[in-house]
Protein backbone atom coordinates (compact mmCIF):
# COMPACT_ATOMS: atom_id res chain seq x y z
CA UNK A 1 0.00 0.00 0.00
CA UNK A 2 1.54 2.98 -1.11
CA UNK A 3 0.68 6.70 0.68
CA UNK A 4 -2.28 8.31 -0.65
CA UNK A 5 -1.39 11.77 1.56
CA UNK A 6 -1.06 15.65 -0.15
CA UNK A 7 1.94 16.62 -0.50
CA UNK A 8 3.50 18.69 2.40
CA UNK A 9 5.99 20.20 3.96
CA UNK A 10 7.75 17.63 6.93
CA UNK A 11 8.62 19.70 9.72
CA UNK A 12 11.57 17.67 12.77
CA UNK A 13 8.69 17.44 15.48
CA UNK A 14 10.15 16.77 19.16
CA UNK A 15 7.39 15.94 21.32
CA UNK A 16 8.32 15.62 25.01
CA UNK A 17 6.93 15.48 28.75
CA UNK A 18 4.17 13.14 28.36
CA UNK A 19 3.78 9.04 27.72
CA UNK A 20 4.18 7.57 24.74
CA UNK A 21 2.59 4.26 23.92
CA UNK A 22 5.77 2.80 22.41
CA UNK A 23 7.10 -0.96 22.34
CA UNK A 24 10.57 -0.12 21.88
CA UNK A 25 10.50 2.16 25.55
CA UNK A 26 7.36 1.36 27.51
CA UNK A 27 8.57 4.24 29.65
CA UNK A 28 8.84 6.81 27.17
CA UNK A 29 7.72 10.22 27.56
CA UNK A 30 9.15 11.61 24.47
CA UNK A 31 9.40 11.30 20.78
CA UNK A 32 11.03 13.08 17.65
CA UNK A 33 9.31 12.92 14.35
CA UNK A 34 10.87 13.56 11.07
CA UNK A 35 10.10 13.10 7.18
CA UNK A 36 6.72 11.97 8.54
CA UNK A 37 8.33 9.06 10.35
CA UNK A 38 9.13 8.11 13.76
CA UNK A 39 12.54 9.02 14.10
CA UNK A 40 13.32 7.81 18.21
CA UNK A 41 11.13 7.50 21.11
CA UNK A 42 12.94 7.29 24.71
CA UNK A 43 13.56 9.36 27.94
CA UNK A 44 13.49 13.05 29.24
CA UNK A 45 16.78 13.40 29.78
CA UNK A 46 17.98 11.88 25.89
CA UNK A 47 15.43 14.41 24.54
CA UNK A 48 17.90 17.09 25.44
CA UNK A 49 19.81 16.06 22.63
CA UNK A 50 17.54 16.61 19.82
CA UNK A 51 15.59 20.03 21.23
CA UNK A 52 17.93 22.64 19.21
CA UNK A 53 17.95 20.54 15.79
CA UNK A 54 14.17 20.61 15.52
CA UNK A 55 11.70 22.86 13.85
CA UNK A 56 9.45 22.41 16.87
CA UNK A 57 9.07 21.55 20.65
CA UNK A 58 5.88 19.75 21.73
CA UNK A 59 5.46 20.39 25.33
CA UNK A 60 2.80 17.22 26.46
CA UNK A 61 2.40 18.55 29.69
CA UNK A 62 1.61 14.86 30.49
CA UNK A 63 -0.67 13.84 27.68
CA UNK A 64 -0.64 10.49 26.12
CA UNK A 65 1.04 9.74 22.58
CA UNK A 66 -0.31 6.59 20.94
CA UNK A 67 -0.53 5.23 17.43
CA UNK A 68 -3.34 6.89 15.62
CA UNK A 69 -6.60 4.38 15.60
CA UNK A 70 -7.92 2.65 12.49
CA UNK A 71 -10.99 2.05 11.61
CA UNK A 72 -11.25 -1.09 9.56
CA UNK A 73 -14.49 -1.12 8.48
CA UNK A 74 -16.39 2.13 7.34
CA UNK A 75 -18.91 3.50 4.77
CA UNK A 76 -18.06 6.44 4.65
CA UNK A 77 -20.34 8.56 2.29
CA UNK A 78 -23.29 7.01 4.81
CA UNK A 79 -21.93 7.88 7.80
CA UNK A 80 -21.66 11.59 6.52
CA UNK A 81 -24.95 11.63 5.74
CA UNK A 82 -25.95 10.10 9.38
CA UNK A 83 -23.56 12.93 10.71
CA UNK A 84 -25.35 15.63 9.15
CA UNK A 85 -28.41 14.45 8.74
CA UNK A 86 -31.36 12.02 9.64
CA UNK A 87 -29.93 9.63 12.55
CA UNK A 88 -32.22 7.73 14.28
CA UNK A 89 -30.56 5.43 16.19
CA UNK A 90 -31.05 7.29 19.55
CA UNK A 91 -34.81 7.42 18.71
CA UNK A 92 -36.25 5.22 21.74
CA UNK A 93 -39.64 4.62 20.08
CA UNK A 94 -41.38 4.14 16.69
CA UNK A 95 -43.33 7.82 17.88
CA UNK A 96 -39.84 9.78 18.59
CA UNK A 97 -38.43 8.32 15.06
CA UNK A 98 -41.62 10.29 13.03
CA UNK A 99 -41.01 13.76 14.67
CA UNK A 100 -37.55 12.93 13.52
CA UNK A 101 -38.32 12.55 10.16
CA UNK A 102 -40.98 15.04 9.79
CA UNK A 103 -38.47 17.39 11.39
CA UNK A 104 -35.79 17.01 8.77
CA UNK A 105 -38.20 16.61 5.58
CA UNK A 106 -39.25 20.26 6.88
CA UNK A 107 -35.83 21.59 7.46
CA UNK A 108 -34.56 20.12 3.79
CA UNK A 109 -37.53 20.84 1.72
CA UNK A 110 -35.49 21.42 -1.17
CA UNK A 111 -33.78 17.84 -1.41
CA UNK A 112 -34.14 15.47 -4.25
CA UNK A 113 -34.04 13.04 -1.97
CA UNK A 114 -34.46 12.76 1.81
CA UNK A 115 -31.65 9.84 2.97
CA UNK A 116 -31.61 8.52 7.04
CA UNK A 117 -30.40 5.88 9.18
CA UNK A 118 -30.38 3.56 12.27
CA UNK A 119 -34.27 2.53 13.51
CA UNK A 120 -34.36 -0.27 15.50
CA UNK A 121 -37.57 -1.60 16.29
CA UNK A 122 -36.30 -4.08 18.24
CA UNK A 123 -35.52 -1.47 20.75
CA UNK A 124 -38.87 0.17 20.75
CA UNK A 125 -41.63 -0.33 22.53
CA UNK A 126 -44.08 -0.61 19.11
CA UNK A 127 -41.73 -3.54 18.04
CA UNK A 128 -42.50 -2.54 14.40
CA UNK A 129 -40.58 -0.41 11.51
CA UNK A 130 -42.15 2.55 9.80
CA UNK A 131 -44.98 1.77 7.71
CA UNK A 132 -45.09 3.12 4.04
CA UNK A 133 -47.92 5.39 4.34
CA UNK A 134 -46.85 6.40 7.32
CA UNK A 135 -43.38 7.63 5.85
CA UNK A 136 -45.61 9.01 2.68
CA UNK A 137 -47.85 11.34 5.31
CA UNK A 138 -44.46 12.30 7.21
CA UNK A 139 -42.49 13.53 4.42
CA UNK A 140 -45.00 14.89 2.13
CA UNK A 141 -44.70 12.09 -0.80
CA UNK A 142 -41.29 13.17 -1.23
CA UNK A 143 -38.67 9.90 -1.77
CA UNK A 144 -37.57 9.33 1.50
CA UNK A 145 -34.86 5.70 1.72
CA UNK A 146 -34.69 4.76 5.61
CA UNK A 147 -32.08 1.98 6.67
CA UNK A 148 -32.61 0.11 9.60
CA UNK A 149 -29.39 -0.04 12.03
CA UNK A 150 -27.63 -2.35 10.59
CA UNK A 151 -27.96 -1.78 7.16
CA UNK A 152 -29.41 -4.96 5.87
CA UNK A 153 -33.01 -3.88 5.37
CA UNK A 154 -34.72 -0.37 4.60
CA UNK A 155 -38.15 1.26 4.43
CA UNK A 156 -39.56 3.46 1.96
CA UNK A 157 -42.08 5.92 0.61
CA UNK A 158 -43.53 5.06 -2.33
CA UNK A 159 -41.94 7.76 -4.28
CA UNK A 160 -38.56 6.23 -3.93
CA UNK A 161 -40.32 2.82 -5.00
CA UNK A 162 -41.30 4.76 -8.31
CA UNK A 163 -38.09 5.57 -9.12
CA UNK A 164 -37.05 1.92 -9.68
CA UNK A 165 -39.31 -0.25 -11.66
CA UNK A 166 -39.84 -3.97 -11.35
CA UNK A 167 -38.82 -3.35 -7.66
CA UNK A 168 -42.17 -4.89 -7.01
CA UNK A 169 -40.52 -8.18 -8.77
CA UNK A 170 -37.55 -8.37 -6.80
CA UNK A 171 -36.40 -10.52 -4.40
CA UNK A 172 -36.62 -9.24 -0.74
CA UNK A 173 -39.51 -7.14 -1.76
CA UNK A 174 -43.05 -8.08 0.58
CA UNK A 175 -45.40 -5.51 0.67
CA UNK A 176 -45.72 -4.20 3.95
CA UNK A 177 -42.76 -4.91 5.17
CA UNK A 178 -38.98 -3.74 5.49
CA UNK A 179 -37.02 -4.33 1.95
CA UNK A 180 -34.26 -6.48 2.42
CA UNK A 181 -31.70 -8.29 -0.64
CA UNK A 182 -32.05 -7.54 -4.02
CA UNK A 183 -34.98 -4.97 -3.25
CA UNK A 184 -33.04 -3.42 -0.87
CA UNK A 185 -29.79 -3.12 -2.90
CA UNK A 186 -31.74 -2.00 -6.32
CA UNK A 187 -33.84 1.39 -3.69
CA UNK A 188 -30.03 2.19 -2.20
CA UNK A 189 -28.84 2.55 -6.36
CA UNK A 190 -31.45 4.97 -6.29
CA UNK A 191 -31.02 6.40 -3.78
CA UNK A 192 -27.15 7.31 -3.52
CA UNK A 193 -27.82 7.98 -7.80
CA UNK A 194 -30.14 11.24 -6.38
CA UNK A 195 -27.42 12.85 -4.34
CA UNK A 196 -25.85 15.46 -6.13
CA UNK A 197 -21.74 15.03 -6.16
CA UNK A 198 -21.86 17.82 -3.57
CA UNK A 199 -24.10 16.31 -0.96
CA UNK A 200 -21.42 13.14 -1.35
CA UNK A 201 -18.43 15.10 -1.50
CA UNK A 202 -19.39 17.19 1.84
CA UNK A 203 -20.53 14.10 3.58
CA UNK A 204 -17.21 12.20 2.62
CA UNK A 205 -15.52 15.26 4.25
CA UNK A 206 -17.90 15.65 7.59
CA UNK A 207 -16.37 11.74 8.05
CA UNK A 208 -12.91 12.96 7.91
CA UNK A 209 -12.92 15.52 10.36
CA UNK A 210 -15.15 13.49 12.67
CA UNK A 211 -12.36 10.30 12.68
CA UNK A 212 -9.72 12.79 12.80
CA UNK A 213 -11.20 14.50 16.35
CA UNK A 214 -11.09 11.02 17.22
CA UNK A 215 -7.80 10.24 16.99
CA UNK A 216 -8.44 8.19 13.94
CA UNK A 217 -5.66 8.27 11.26
CA UNK A 218 -6.74 5.41 8.47
CA UNK A 219 -10.17 4.60 7.25
CA UNK A 220 -11.34 0.88 5.40
CA UNK A 221 -13.71 2.29 2.87
CA UNK A 222 -16.00 -0.60 1.88
CA UNK A 223 -17.84 0.38 -1.01
CA UNK A 224 -19.31 -2.21 -3.69
CA UNK A 225 -21.80 -1.87 -6.52
CA UNK A 226 -24.73 -3.00 -3.87
CA UNK A 227 -23.13 -0.80 -1.41
CA UNK A 228 -22.28 2.54 -3.10
CA UNK A 229 -21.44 3.78 -6.64
CA UNK A 230 -17.92 3.85 -8.21
CA UNK A 231 -18.34 7.73 -8.60
CA UNK A 232 -19.50 7.54 -4.73
CA UNK A 233 -15.80 4.98 -4.54
CA UNK A 234 -13.36 6.82 -6.49
CA UNK A 235 -14.67 10.32 -5.64
CA UNK A 236 -13.35 9.63 -1.57
CA UNK A 237 -10.32 8.13 -2.99
CA UNK A 238 -9.50 11.19 -5.00
CA UNK A 239 -10.71 13.49 -1.75
CA UNK A 240 -8.20 11.82 0.82
CA UNK A 241 -5.52 12.02 -2.04
CA UNK A 242 -6.13 15.80 -2.37
CA UNK A 243 -7.11 16.59 1.21
CA UNK A 244 -5.42 16.40 4.63
CA UNK A 245 -7.14 14.03 7.32
CA UNK A 246 -7.08 10.77 7.64
CA UNK A 247 -6.05 8.14 4.64
CA UNK A 248 -8.82 6.34 3.21
CA UNK A 249 -7.82 2.44 2.07
CA UNK A 250 -10.39 1.47 -0.61
CA UNK A 251 -11.86 -1.84 -0.96
CA UNK A 252 -14.50 -2.61 -3.64
CA UNK A 253 -16.88 -5.49 -2.82
CA UNK A 254 -17.28 -7.27 -6.59
CA UNK A 255 -16.67 -10.84 -7.67
CA UNK A 256 -14.90 -9.06 -10.91
CA UNK A 257 -11.19 -8.49 -9.56
CA UNK A 258 -10.33 -6.30 -12.63
CA UNK A 259 -12.86 -3.97 -11.76
CA UNK A 260 -11.98 -3.33 -8.13
CA UNK A 261 -7.96 -3.25 -9.29
CA UNK A 262 -9.12 -0.31 -12.46
CA UNK A 263 -11.20 1.95 -9.39
CA UNK A 264 -7.77 1.70 -7.34
CA UNK A 265 -9.37 -0.64 -4.50
CA UNK A 266 -6.65 -3.07 -2.61
CA UNK A 267 -9.12 -5.40 -2.42
CA UNK A 268 -12.21 -7.24 -4.44
CA UNK A 269 -13.05 -7.31 -0.59
CA UNK A 270 -14.78 -5.78 2.21
CA UNK A 271 -18.67 -6.58 2.01
CA UNK A 272 -18.73 -8.94 -0.36
CA UNK A 273 -21.82 -10.40 0.85
CA UNK A 274 -22.15 -14.31 1.88
CA UNK A 275 -25.01 -13.53 3.97
CA UNK A 276 -27.08 -10.56 5.72
CA UNK A 277 -27.58 -9.45 8.95
CA UNK A 278 -28.79 -10.89 12.64
CA UNK A 279 -31.11 -8.06 12.89
CA UNK A 280 -32.64 -8.36 9.66
CA UNK A 281 -32.92 -12.26 9.80
CA UNK A 282 -30.65 -11.93 6.39
CA UNK A 283 -27.73 -13.92 8.41
CA UNK A 284 -27.25 -17.18 7.07
CA UNK A 285 -27.53 -20.13 9.85
CA UNK A 286 -27.30 -24.02 9.93
CA UNK A 287 -30.40 -23.82 12.46
CA UNK A 288 -33.28 -21.49 12.56
CA UNK A 289 -34.01 -18.17 14.15
CA UNK A 290 -35.55 -18.59 17.44
CA UNK A 291 -37.57 -15.84 16.74
CA UNK A 292 -39.71 -16.52 13.44
CA UNK A 293 -42.95 -18.40 13.24
CA UNK A 294 -42.25 -20.67 10.46
CA UNK A 295 -38.50 -21.89 10.12
CA UNK A 296 -36.13 -19.80 8.54
CA UNK A 297 -32.31 -19.77 8.36
CA UNK A 298 -31.75 -16.81 6.41
CA UNK A 299 -30.19 -15.75 3.30
CA UNK A 300 -26.63 -17.23 1.36
CA UNK A 301 -25.82 -15.10 -1.47
CA UNK A 302 -22.05 -16.71 -2.45
CA UNK A 303 -22.12 -20.62 -2.00
CA UNK A 304 -18.60 -22.34 -1.25
CA UNK A 305 -17.96 -22.69 -5.29
CA UNK A 306 -18.39 -18.66 -5.67
CA UNK A 307 -16.39 -18.48 -2.83
CA UNK A 308 -13.17 -20.54 -4.04
CA UNK A 309 -13.30 -19.44 -7.70
CA UNK A 310 -13.41 -15.87 -6.35
CA UNK A 311 -10.10 -16.45 -3.64
CA UNK A 312 -8.49 -17.89 -6.52
CA UNK A 313 -8.88 -14.49 -9.30
CA UNK A 314 -8.03 -12.39 -6.32
CA UNK A 315 -4.90 -14.14 -5.40
CA UNK A 316 -3.83 -14.53 -8.79
CA UNK A 317 -4.75 -10.87 -9.25
CA UNK A 318 -2.38 -9.90 -6.42
CA UNK A 319 -5.34 -8.68 -4.14
CA UNK A 320 -6.99 -9.50 -1.57
CA UNK A 321 -10.29 -11.27 -1.34
CA UNK A 322 -12.57 -10.83 1.52
CA UNK A 323 -16.35 -11.36 2.54
CA UNK A 324 -18.98 -10.30 4.42
CA UNK A 325 -20.05 -13.03 6.77
CA UNK A 326 -21.63 -13.44 9.96
CA UNK A 327 -24.05 -16.51 10.56
CA UNK A 328 -22.65 -19.83 10.93
CA UNK A 329 -23.56 -21.46 7.89
CA UNK A 330 -22.49 -17.94 5.98
CA UNK A 331 -19.15 -18.56 7.83
CA UNK A 332 -18.65 -22.24 7.01
CA UNK A 333 -19.20 -21.60 3.00
CA UNK A 334 -16.22 -19.42 3.37
CA UNK A 335 -14.05 -21.23 5.12
CA UNK A 336 -14.76 -24.12 2.56
CA UNK A 337 -14.08 -21.95 -0.26
CA UNK A 338 -10.99 -20.63 0.65
CA UNK A 339 -9.81 -24.33 1.51
CA UNK A 340 -10.87 -25.06 -1.61
CA UNK A 341 -8.54 -22.01 -3.11
CA UNK A 342 -5.65 -23.65 -1.06
CA UNK A 343 -6.02 -26.67 -2.47
CA UNK A 344 -5.36 -25.22 -6.10
CA UNK A 345 -2.66 -22.57 -5.70
CA UNK A 346 -1.30 -23.44 -2.48
CA UNK A 347 -1.48 -22.71 0.94
CA UNK A 348 1.57 -20.70 1.02
CA UNK A 349 -0.08 -18.16 -1.34
CA UNK A 350 -3.44 -18.14 0.45
CA UNK A 351 -2.08 -17.12 3.72
CA UNK A 352 0.13 -14.44 2.07
CA UNK A 353 -2.49 -13.08 0.61
CA UNK A 354 -4.34 -12.33 4.06
CA UNK A 355 -8.00 -12.38 2.86
CA UNK A 356 -10.18 -11.22 5.21
CA UNK A 357 -13.37 -12.11 6.72
CA UNK A 358 -15.73 -8.86 7.88
CA UNK A 359 -18.04 -9.17 10.61
CA UNK A 360 -17.46 -13.46 11.29
CA UNK A 361 -19.70 -13.27 14.36
CA UNK A 362 -21.00 -16.63 14.54
CA UNK A 363 -17.80 -18.74 14.72
CA UNK A 364 -17.38 -22.31 16.19
CA UNK A 365 -14.06 -23.87 17.51
CA UNK A 366 -13.89 -25.50 13.98
CA UNK A 367 -14.03 -22.35 11.23
CA UNK A 368 -11.99 -20.45 14.26
CA UNK A 369 -8.79 -23.12 13.46
CA UNK A 370 -10.01 -22.85 9.68
CA UNK A 371 -9.11 -18.73 10.07
CA UNK A 372 -5.81 -19.83 11.41
CA UNK A 373 -5.08 -22.85 8.83
CA UNK A 374 -6.01 -20.24 6.03
CA UNK A 375 -4.30 -17.18 7.16
CA UNK A 376 -7.75 -15.03 7.64
CA UNK A 377 -7.87 -11.56 8.83
CA UNK A 378 -11.37 -11.47 11.10
CA UNK A 379 -11.76 -8.15 10.27
CA UNK A 380 -14.50 -7.18 13.74
CA UNK A 381 -16.96 -4.96 15.63
CA UNK A 382 -16.74 -5.35 19.16
CA UNK A 383 -19.37 -2.46 19.41
CA UNK A 384 -21.99 -5.16 17.81
CA UNK A 385 -21.48 -6.78 21.22
CA UNK A 386 -22.09 -4.13 23.47
CA UNK A 387 -24.97 -3.01 21.54
CA UNK A 388 -26.83 -6.58 20.86
CA UNK A 389 -25.23 -9.15 23.15
CA UNK A 390 -26.18 -10.47 26.70
CA UNK A 391 -28.76 -12.38 27.91
CA UNK A 392 -31.77 -9.63 26.62
CA UNK A 393 -30.02 -8.24 23.45
CA UNK A 394 -30.72 -8.90 19.94
CA UNK A 395 -28.64 -11.58 19.71
CA UNK A 396 -30.61 -13.30 22.50
CA UNK A 397 -33.94 -12.57 20.88
CA UNK A 398 -32.89 -14.30 17.43
CA UNK A 399 -31.09 -17.01 18.12
CA UNK A 400 -32.16 -17.83 21.86
CA UNK A 401 -29.31 -17.41 24.66
CA UNK A 402 -26.90 -20.65 24.12
CA UNK A 403 -26.33 -19.61 20.35
CA UNK A 404 -26.05 -15.59 21.39
CA UNK A 405 -23.38 -16.65 24.01
CA UNK A 406 -21.31 -18.08 21.24
CA UNK A 407 -21.07 -14.60 19.49
CA UNK A 408 -17.55 -12.61 18.87
CA UNK A 409 -15.45 -14.71 20.38
CA UNK A 410 -12.39 -13.19 20.51
CA UNK A 411 -10.12 -14.68 23.08
CA UNK A 412 -10.85 -17.70 21.29
CA UNK A 413 -9.66 -15.92 18.06
CA UNK A 414 -6.51 -14.50 19.65
CA UNK A 415 -5.67 -17.90 21.60
CA UNK A 416 -5.73 -19.64 18.25
CA UNK A 417 -3.33 -17.20 16.17
CA UNK A 418 -6.03 -15.25 14.33
CA UNK A 419 -5.30 -11.82 13.36
CA UNK A 420 -7.75 -9.59 14.71
CA UNK A 421 -9.06 -6.25 13.07
CA UNK A 422 -11.39 -3.48 14.84
CA UNK A 423 -13.79 -1.49 12.94
CA UNK A 424 -16.94 0.09 13.50
CA UNK A 425 -18.79 -0.85 10.66
CA UNK A 426 -20.26 2.98 10.77
CA UNK A 427 -22.66 4.02 10.58
CA UNK A 428 -24.09 0.73 11.87
CA UNK A 429 -22.42 1.77 15.16
CA UNK A 430 -20.27 4.78 15.76
CA UNK A 431 -17.06 6.05 14.99
CA UNK A 432 -15.76 5.77 19.08
CA UNK A 433 -12.06 3.95 19.16
CA UNK A 434 -11.57 3.68 22.57
CA UNK A 435 -15.08 2.38 23.10
CA UNK A 436 -14.32 -0.30 20.99
CA UNK A 437 -11.61 -1.36 22.95
CA UNK A 438 -13.48 -1.19 26.10
CA UNK A 439 -15.95 -3.30 24.75
CA UNK A 440 -13.73 -5.90 23.43
CA UNK A 441 -12.03 -5.70 26.63
CA UNK A 442 -15.50 -5.83 28.94
CA UNK A 443 -17.27 -8.31 26.41
CA UNK A 444 -20.39 -9.05 27.42
CA UNK A 445 -19.73 -12.98 27.55
CA UNK A 446 -16.72 -13.09 30.05
CA UNK A 447 -15.23 -15.70 28.11
CA UNK A 448 -14.49 -13.83 25.20
CA UNK A 449 -12.90 -11.17 26.77
CA UNK A 450 -9.18 -9.85 25.63
CA UNK A 451 -7.50 -7.60 27.66
CA UNK A 452 -7.01 -4.24 26.97
CA UNK A 453 -3.43 -3.79 25.36
CA UNK A 454 -4.58 -6.86 22.91
CA UNK A 455 -7.66 -4.90 22.13
CA UNK A 456 -5.99 -1.73 21.63
CA UNK A 457 -3.31 -3.60 18.94
CA UNK A 458 -6.09 -4.75 16.94
CA UNK A 459 -7.54 -1.53 16.76
CA UNK A 460 -4.21 0.04 15.53
CA UNK A 461 -1.67 -2.39 14.34
CA UNK A 462 -3.88 -4.50 13.49
CA UNK A 463 -5.51 -2.58 10.79
CA UNK A 464 -2.62 -2.36 9.29
CA UNK A 465 -1.93 -5.79 9.68
CA UNK A 466 -5.00 -6.44 7.22
CA UNK A 467 -3.47 -4.05 4.41
CA UNK A 468 -0.43 -5.90 4.61
CA UNK A 469 1.63 -3.77 6.31
CA UNK A 470 3.76 -4.98 9.07
CA UNK A 471 5.52 -1.62 9.61
CA UNK A 472 3.25 0.57 11.26
CA UNK A 473 0.57 1.31 13.47
CA UNK A 474 3.18 1.35 16.54
CA UNK A 475 5.06 3.96 17.43
CA UNK A 476 8.67 2.99 16.48
CA UNK A 477 11.33 4.24 14.64
CA UNK A 478 11.01 3.81 11.24
CA UNK A 479 7.25 3.76 11.42
CA UNK A 480 4.73 5.91 9.54
CA UNK A 481 3.99 9.16 11.98
CA UNK A 482 0.74 8.49 12.54
CA UNK A 483 -0.35 9.37 16.57
CA UNK A 484 -3.06 11.14 18.25
CA UNK A 485 -2.57 12.72 21.44
CA UNK A 486 -4.77 12.28 24.60
CA UNK A 487 -5.88 14.03 27.72
CA UNK A 488 -6.62 10.75 29.56
CA UNK A 489 -6.08 9.82 33.77
CA UNK A 490 -4.11 6.85 34.97
CA UNK A 491 -2.70 5.09 33.05
CA UNK A 492 -3.25 0.98 33.99
CA UNK A 493 -2.71 -2.32 32.30
CA UNK A 494 -5.91 -4.02 32.48
CA UNK A 495 -6.50 -7.77 31.41
CA UNK A 496 -9.59 -10.50 32.00
CA UNK A 497 -7.00 -12.69 34.14
CA UNK A 498 -5.70 -10.83 37.49
CA UNK A 499 -2.94 -13.10 37.48
CA UNK A 500 -1.63 -11.46 34.15
CA UNK A 501 -2.89 -7.96 35.21
CA UNK A 502 -0.58 -8.18 38.63
CA UNK A 503 2.44 -9.13 36.13
CA UNK A 504 1.78 -6.88 33.99
CA UNK A 505 1.72 -3.40 36.12
CA UNK A 506 5.25 -4.82 37.75
CA UNK A 507 7.76 -2.44 35.96
CA UNK A 508 10.38 -5.17 35.28
CA UNK A 509 7.45 -6.51 32.72
CA UNK A 510 7.75 -3.53 30.48
CA UNK A 511 4.12 -3.29 29.67
CA UNK A 512 3.15 0.26 28.94
CA UNK A 513 0.04 1.32 30.51
CA UNK A 514 -3.31 2.73 28.91
CA UNK A 515 -6.20 4.82 30.15
CA UNK A 516 -8.67 2.97 32.51
CA UNK A 517 -11.54 1.82 30.41
CA UNK A 518 -13.69 0.28 33.15
CA UNK A 519 -17.15 0.66 32.23
CA UNK A 520 -18.91 4.08 33.20
CA UNK A 521 -15.90 6.13 33.45
CA UNK A 522 -14.62 8.87 30.93
CA UNK A 523 -12.71 7.90 27.93
CA UNK A 524 -9.87 10.04 26.57
CA UNK A 525 -10.37 12.99 24.87
CA UNK A 526 -8.41 13.91 21.69
CA UNK A 527 -6.14 16.67 21.66
CA UNK A 528 -3.96 16.36 18.31
CA UNK A 529 -4.41 13.62 15.32
CA UNK A 530 -1.35 13.45 13.20
CA UNK A 531 -1.35 11.32 10.06
CA UNK A 532 2.12 10.91 8.05
CA UNK A 533 3.60 13.73 9.98
CA UNK A 534 1.13 15.91 9.19
CA UNK A 535 -1.46 17.50 11.79
CA UNK A 536 -5.24 16.82 10.46
CA UNK A 537 -6.74 17.71 14.47
CA UNK A 538 -6.63 19.85 17.18
CA UNK A 539 -9.10 20.33 19.64
CA UNK A 540 -9.62 24.08 19.87
CA UNK A 541 -8.79 25.88 22.96
CA UNK A 542 -6.41 23.36 23.69
Known sequence: MTETLPDTEHRTVLLRGGDVHSPADPFATAMVVERGHVAWVGSE????????????????????????????HVHTTATGLALTGLDLSAAASLAEAAEK?????????????????????????????????????????????????DVHSAVVTTALLDLVPGIRELTGFRDGEPLTGDAHHAVRRAAYAALSPEQRTEAQRATRRHAASLGIGTLHECGGPEISSEGDFTGLLDLARSEPGPRVVGYWADLDVERARALGAVGAAGDLFADGSLGSHTACLHDSYADTAAP?????????????????????????????????????????????????????????????????????????????????????????DAAWGGEDGMYAERLGAERARTLNPYAALLRAG??????????????????????????????????????FTAHTRGGWRAVGRDDAGTLVPGAPADYAIW???????????DRVARWSTDPRSGTPGLPDLTPGGELPVCLRTVVFGQTVFVRPNE
Open 45 to 72: GAADAFASGVDEVVDLEGALVTPAFVDA
Open 101 to 149: IRAHAAARPADRILIGHGWDASRWPERRAPRRDELDELTGGRPLYLTRI
Open 296 to 384: HTGIAHLDAAAVAAHVVAATEAGLQAGFHAIGDAAISAVVEGVRAASEKLGLARIRAARHRVEHAEMLTPETIAAFAELGLTASVQPAF
Open 418 to 455: VPLAFGSDSPVTPLDPWGTVRAAAFHRTPEHRISARAA
Open 487 to 497: RADELVVQAPD
